[in-house]
Nanobody, 123 residues
Framework: QVQLVESGGGLVQAGGSLRLSCAAS????????MGWFRQAPGKERTFVAA????????YYADSVEGRFTISRDNAKNSLYLQMNSLKPEDTAVYYC????????????????WGQGTQVTVSS
C-alpha cells in the first residue's frame, strides 16, 4: 500500500501564500490519480483539487479556482498544492489522497489518505 505524508501547513495572514506537499512511498504511485481535500472542525470533508486519471486534466473546486494550483513531480513521487490569496475560510486540515475510480470530486472515490496538515489563515 502507498503511504502519504502531507507537509507545508502553517499559520498565515489573509492574502498570504502556502505550498503544501504530499510525499508518497510504496510500490505503486500515480499522482495523476491523486487529489487534495480539506476539512474544517465540525464540517464535512470537501474537494479542493485533483488530477484526472490521465494525469493531464485538472479539476478545482469553485471556491479555490484561480487561487490554488495543483502540480506534481513524478520523479520525486510528490504532489503539491500552491495556495495564493488565502482567505480565513480556507482554514482547515488539508489531506492528499489516491483515487482508484469514481467521481473525482467525491471523497468516497478515494481509498488511501494521508494524515493531514493544518492550514490556518488569520483575518
Amino acid at each position: 500500500q502507498v503511504q502519504l505524508v502531507e507537509s507545508g501547513g502553517g499559520l498565515v495572514q489573509a492574502g498570504g501564500s502556502l505550498r503544501l506537499s504530499c510525499a508518497a512511498s510504496g510500490r505503486t504511485f500515480s499522482n495523476y490519480a491523486m487529489g487534495w481535500f480539506r476539512q474544517a472542525p465540525g464540517k464535512e470533508r470537501t474537494f479542493v483539487a485533483a488530477f484526472g486519471l490521465s494525469g493531464a486534466r485538472t479539476y478545482y473546486a469553485d471556491s479555490v479556482e484561480g487561487r490554488f494550483t495543483i502540480s506534481r513531480d513524478n520523479a520525486k513521487n510528490s504532489l503539491y498544492l500552491q495556495m495564493n490569496s488565502l482567505k480565513p475560510e480556507d482554514t482547515a486540515v488539508y489531506y492528499c489522497a489516491i483515487r482508484s475510480g469514481g467521481d473525482v470530486r467525491t471523497p468516497g472515490s478515494y481509498d488511501n489518505w494521508g494524515q493531514g496538515t493544518q492550514v490556518t489563515v488569520s483575518s
